[in-house]
């Protein structure tokens, strides 16, 4: 079973920056795709940012695109999401996220390992 613990959320102004870090229990080699979801208050969840090892794919949802970056360092077993230039709009749970096989990118059902979430809030 794989693990997923993440840190680095917390409060910050519109404007400022935050970083988000994900720690997993296997080396990342075995997971084929790691990423970041978020759900707000009375909204789905969605996709923020996913990495895939197979051809190095990387996917970022349209609200977040120059502003967020998902980086990846498989010795310390570790995701991580910058987000640059946050706006209130971007208030959410953050969700680590992983999969053995496959690409979902944005289809949530289809990731197998969740980790308990970050909150990030951003005050205008």
């Known amino acids: 079973q794989v693990q997923l613990v993440e840190s680095g959320g917390g409060s910050v102004q519109a404007g400022g920056s935050l970083r988000l870090s994900c720690t997993a229990s296997?080396?990342?080699?075995?997971?084929?795709?790691m990423g970041w979801f978020r759900q707000a208050p009375g909204k789905e969840r969605e996709g923020v940012a996913t990495?895939?090892?197979?051809?190095?794919?990387?996917y970022y949802a349209d609200s977040v695109k120059g502003r967020f970056t998902i980086s990846h360092d498989n010795l310390k077993k570790q995701v991580y999401l910058q987000m640059n230039s946050l706006k209130p709009e971007d208030t959410a749970m953050y969700y680590c996220?992983?999969?053995?096989?496959?690409?979902?990118?944005?289809?949530?059902?289809?990731?197998?390992?969740w980790g308990q979430g970050t909150q990030v809030t951003v005050s205008s």
């Open positions: 996220v992983a999969v053995k096989t496959g690409n979902p990118w944005y289809q949530t059902a289809l990731w197998n390992y």
């Open positions: 296997e080396y990342p080699y075995t997971l084929n795709c």
């Open positions: 990495v895939c090892t197979t051809r190095g794919s990387i």
